[in-house]
């Protein structure tokens, strides 16, 4: 069984949904693939932090069981987890939104594999996932590639966190997301999760950038993460162009090469807002 972890709220549930289509469309394997997606519902603090719904993952199920009968989707509200960790925490209000602290809890989960894949929502598979997934990562907490400015700015082996390969019997052992967590709760961190665990890391994977590629697209790029980035033309300026935005993928980035994937989602999506709202 392949595993990835999804979180977020109902916001990037377009995300999940291409990024799922894409791993199905572009990798071989036989293997079944089990999607976990963990998800709260915070509309005490805002109306924007709604929950990912059974809905939605009786939706996800049921197009990726189209790909692989034996796939499966897992909804896991972590509500509770939250209120009691992290809830009035400094970084309740963080860069992006409480949503981003969630996959600290994934040691506190049952039934979480001892590996698993976690991507952000806003990414895409250009080639087959198993090049990722069957990376050894025995010996390390995880594996992740470079951040892309992160490395000119921060560090050479600073890491991006929106694509980690995690090998959570080490983790355990080293106590990784518990450190993690007590850093959210206690100090206001620039990138709030992401700060939490390149600073509580023990041991880790530099992995090449093909592996989550935050600016280009090659065609030897596995993962490419639509992440905020700066463009210089017409004039300097930063944008945040997410996948499931069709129109400005082809007018910005002239992407041609999700086609299959996007044309697919956007039936998909129609269904969904027909059939299951």
Known sequence: MVNVLFCGNDKVFDGM????????????????FRFFVFTMDLR?????????????????????????????VRL??????????????????CYCSPFTLIRLFADLVPGIPEKFLYLDADVLANRDIMFLYSIDVSCVEYAAANDHYGKYLINPRYINAGVMLFNMTLCRETGLFSKARELIKKRKLVFADQSAIIRSTTRKKLLPQKFNDQKFLHRHTVIRHFSQRLF?????????????EVSRVHK??????????????????????????
């Open 232 to 244: 210089y033309f017409p004039y300097p300026h930063i944008d945040n162009v997410k996948q499931w």
């Open 252 to 277: 910005i980035f002239r992407y041609f090469q999700f086609d299959d994937i996007l044309l697919e989602y956007v039936y998909l999506i129609e269904k969904f807002r027909r059939d299951f709202l």
């Open 76 to 93: 896991v509200d972590v509500t509770a987890l939250y209120n009691e960790h992290f809830r009035g925490c400094p970084n309740e209000a």
């Open 44 to 72: 005490d603090l805002s109306e924007r932090y709604t929950p990912i719904t059974e809905r939605h993952a009786r939706f996800l199920l049921q197009v990726v069981r189209g790909y692989n009968p034996e796939n499966e």
């Open 17 to 32: 949904l291409t990024c799922a289509l894409s791993i199905m469309k572009r990798t071989e394997t036989k293997e079944p």
